[in-house]
């Protein structure tokens, strides 16, 4: 019953927010949905068998709409996703970019990961640094395991990697293109 409702909340929000065509049936007015929730317990079989179908078309769309906007990204052999977005954005933008895919900019934790996103960069026409997903607000080195810091770099900031898979520390308010990462387990088709 629960999913029902999650469902037909996602669906509303998808038509007031896109307005696919043919979605413009699924609920005729605003003030419709309301109703149709309050009145979910009291439905008969045919019209829960209705919004069960209704429910089902969604979805599909929906998961279509996922295939749509991940053929974009690279796929690792462990499954987990990548995409180098050209356009500029600081650091905390980029970041809030990627969240709106369900993914974080890049965390790049071994050698493996670096050349993958490496290759990124380097198969793009994006010659500069892009923002990978670490930020720090210290002035020792990080806890993390793996890294791959030019020796001048500052460690006050955001870091950035080169096409040589160097990182680097800049201003996080810069204006950079960003690599985004869908970690196997969060990706939803």
Known sequence: MRSIFVVLLMAA??????NFHGMS???STDEEFPTQ????EGRTQTEIRTLKEKVEKLEKLVEGLQSILMKEWNTTESGS???LFEERKNWDNAERHCQGFGAHLAIIDNEAKNTFVTNLINSSETS???WIGMKTKTTTQTSTPFTNFDAESPIDGCAVMDAKGVWSIRSCIQLRPFI????KSDISI
């Open 13 to 18: 929000v998808v038509q007031t927010q896109f």
């Open 128 to 130: 500069d640094f892009a």
């Open 180 to 183: 985004c990462q869908i970690i």
């Open 37 to 40: 929730l309050q009145n979910f």
């Open 81 to 83: 996703k990548y995409r």
């Open 25 to 27: 049936s699924f609920f």
